[in-house]
């Protein structure tokens, strides 16, 4: 019985050490297989002219290759193509590419509507391609050609083509101007987020073209003080980060997306990030529509295209707070601008100097002081007053202000108003500071109030349900039939032309040398007037004593 038992153990071991050995043969066998195959596919590579693939993922680079073989070889979406390509703008039949037989390699598309640049120009006839040239397939097939035939091949010397160098062409040929001679690290990270987004933003219109989404996207350029970031008055310089020009104006603009519904008449303004988000999500959605499936389409609210009951920022004003250093009194009518930098509606702000216990000083209060250094350690309070906004566009609602006073953490944020082209806030806040410390001091000199109005969109056909006998204010704006709509390129032109003339603050153009003389005025006014009165003073005092000494000489 023992004996039985272990010779069926002995069995088994030899059964499963046989197993063992011929996986691990035939394990070495594909082993030997792919090494064979990638071997020969090597070869192929080094000997053929070939498509080798760029992408922003470094880790992503040359991993498709296909090689171009004698003959006719067809590119695009059909399973009967030999280089098979799927993604936005491809066609079932997209390009030829022909080896002849004295090894000259011609593109050529199939259709008009096939697109595809050659070192970021349209392809529109019979090209020949040489080494090292850029291909873009509709939106987001982007290849180098390679060709070991060519004469000039030499791959220790030959140039390195990086996918940053193809986006790059492809935005220059396309009109866009990337400043490659500010070395900063502001200007390579401008550089490099316009890069990722340009030909992201065409695959998105691509996508949104083929699923009958009625949305446009537009890259475009934010100042900071539009998104809320607030700070001292800007600073001059010679040098404005996107064109070489001789006068212009220190702003870290960031990238961002315009969102245009056409069907809704809403637009959006997108940050880098979210627009990214959105773009894997509409990915996805493609993906699903190309491969045929039926539920490719999702409910509007997971509609990565749609945004809908988002609120969105209308326009900014900034306020100089300088006069307040000096307590006395401001009361403006500001711009509102928008993300361009156009004028898009008034607002009327007062910040008034007040006592602790909100009564706001007068002229016969004297609060004034020649110094700012004079309220250092002393209790400041003022009031800010948000009074109303004239003239926005007719498409908000629940229209509202909010801002941040120096180092608030939480928004002031005023109570919303429905439909209206001239919304009326009276919104009134105090600010009390017991001791005024040198940074407070320092933000009223130096600092800007960036007020932010915002608002929910009405779908277009709610546009003309505003209220009709509401009349805008007259206010100094641009065309009215100018379009709020730029590209990248129209708005740093726009950008360089303004700076290389002033900038605009309160609505007008203002030399940068000079962006502080209204305030100065109303200071040198302010101590004309301190003046003036122990002028007066002094000579009531005078009057009064030669007065005295009459009596007496008299008596």
Same mark, same amino acid.
């Given at each position: ?6 010779k069926?153990t ?9 197993l063992n050995?011929e ?5 070495q066998?594909?082993n ?6 990638m071997?020969t596919?090597r070869k ?14 470094e880790?992503?680079?040359?991993k498709?290759i ?9 590119i ?6 030999q ?6 703008m ?12 004295n090894?000259?390699i011609?593109?050529e ?10 070192n ?5 006839h019979?090209v020949?391609?040489?080494?090292n ?13 390679r060709n070991?035939?060519d ?5 220790t010397?030959s140039?390195i083509?990086?996918?940053e ?8 040929k396309?009109?866009?101007k990337l400043?490659n001679?500010?070395?900063s690290?502001e200007?390579?990270?401008?550089n ?12 998105a219109?691509?996508i949104?073209?083929?699923l ?12 900071p003080?539009?998104l809320?970031?607030?700070g ?7 040098e404005?980060?996107i064109?070489?020009t001789?006068?212009s104006?220190?702003l870290?603009?960031?990238?961002h997306?315009q ?8 637009e959006?303004?997108?940050?880098k990030?979210?627009?990214l988000?959105?773009?894997?999500l509409?990915?996805q959605?493609y ?9 490719w389409?999702v409910p509007l ?5 749609? &945004?809908?009951?988002?609120e ?8 100089y707070?300088?006069p307040?250093a ?5 009361k ?12 898009i ?5 007062e910040v ?5 216990n909100?009564n ?5 209060d004297?609060?004034y ?11 400041v ?11 926005l566009p007719?498409k908000f609602?629940?229209?509202y202000v909010?801002?941040?006073m ?6 002031s944020?005023?109570e919303?108003i ?5 919304p ?5 806040k105090?600010f &009390?500071y017991s ?11 130096e600092?800007?109030?960036?007020i932010?109005?915002w608002?929910?969109?009405l779908?277009?056909s ?15 704006t ?7 709509k730029f ?6 032109e726009?950008?360089?032309s303004e ?24 200071l ?10 122990r ?5 009531s005092?005078?009057l009064s004593?030669?007065?005295?000494l ?6």
């Amino acid at each position: 019985m023992k004996e039985n038992e272990r010779k069926l153990t002995e069995l088994r071991e030899s059964y499963e050490d046989r197993l063992n050995e011929e996986k691990q043969l035939k394990l070495q066998q594909e082993n030997d297989e792919k090494q064979i195959q990638m071997e020969t596919k090597r070869k192929e590579i080094e000997t053929n002219p070939n498509l080798s693939n760029l992408n922003f993922d470094e880790q992503l680079v040359d991993k498709i290759i296909f090689i171009i073989r004698s003959g006719s070889n067809l590119i695009g979406k059909s399973e009967e193509c030999q280089i098979q390509l799927m993604g936005p703008m491809i066609q079932d039949h997209h390009a030829i590419i022909n080896r002849t037989k004295n090894e000259k390699i011609i593109l050529e598309r199939c259709d008009d509507d096939c697109r595809i640049l050659l070192n970021g120009d349209a392809v529109t006839h019979k090209v020949n391609l040489t080494h090292n040239d850029r291909l873009l397939f509709g939106t987001s097939q982007l290849f180098v050609f390679r060709n070991p035939l060519d004469p000039n091949f030499d791959t220790t010397k030959s140039t390195i083509v990086t996918y940053e160098l193809a986006q790059e062409e492809i935005a220059s040929k396309a009109g866009y101007k990337l400043n490659n001679e500010d070395n900063s690290i502001e200007q390579a990270l401008l550089n490099k987020e316009l890069l990722e987004l340009i030909p992201a933003v065409e695959e998105a219109n691509a996508i949104s073209e083929e699923l009958e989404k009625m949305v446009h996207f537009e890259n475009v350029l934010v100042a900071p003080l539009f998104l809320g970031k607030t700070g001292r008055k800007p600073e001059v310089n010679l040098e404005w980060p996107i064109f070489n020009t001789s006068k212009s104006l220190t702003l870290h603009v960031k990238p961002h997306v315009q969102v245009i519904n056409s069907s809704t008449g809403q637009e959006f303004l997108w940050s880098k990030d979210k627009f990214l988000d959105r773009m894997f999500l509409m990915k996805q959605m493609y993906h699903c529509y190309e491969t045929g499936e039926e539920q490719w389409d999702v409910p509007l609210e997971q509609d990565p295209f749609e &945004d809908l009951e988002s609120e969105c920022l209308i326009g900014t004003a900034q306020l100089y707070l300088q006069p307040l250093a000096y307590m006395v009194e401001i009361k403006e009518h500001l711009s509102i601008s928008d993300y361009t930098g156009q004028e898009i509606g008034v607002i009327y702000v007062e910040v008034i100097p007040c006592d602790q216990n909100g009564n706001e000083y007068e002229e016969q209060d004297n609060a004034y002081v020649e110094s700012p250094q004079e309220l250092l350690g002393r209790s400041v309070s003022f009031v800010v007053k948000i009074i109303n906004c004239r003239g926005l566009p007719n498409k908000f609602t629940e229209i509202y202000v909010k801002y941040l006073m120096f180092i608030d953490e939480n928004y002031s944020i005023s109570e919303k108003i429905s439909i209206s082209i001239n919304p009326t806030f009276n919104f009134r806040k105090r600010f &009390d500071y017991s001791h005024a410390t040198q940074s407070l001091i320092d933000f009223l000199k130096e600092g800007i109030l960036n007020i932010e109005v915002w608002g929910r969109q009405l779908l277009q056909s709610s546009f003309n349900s505003t209220v009709e006998n509401e009349q805008s204010i007259s206010v100094a704006t641009a065309n009215p039939e100018q379009s709020s709509k730029f590209s990248l390129q129209d708005e740093l032109e726009k950008r360089g032309s303004e700076l290389m003339n002033g900038f605009k603050m309160n609505g007008r153009v203002i030399d940068p040398n000079k962006q502080s003389v209204i305030v100065e005025l109303l200071l040198l006014k302010k101590q004309q007037a301190r003046m003036h009165q122990r002028i007066v003073r002094l000579f009531s005092l005078s009057l009064s004593f030669f007065i005295e000494l009459l009596n007496l000489i008299v008596s």
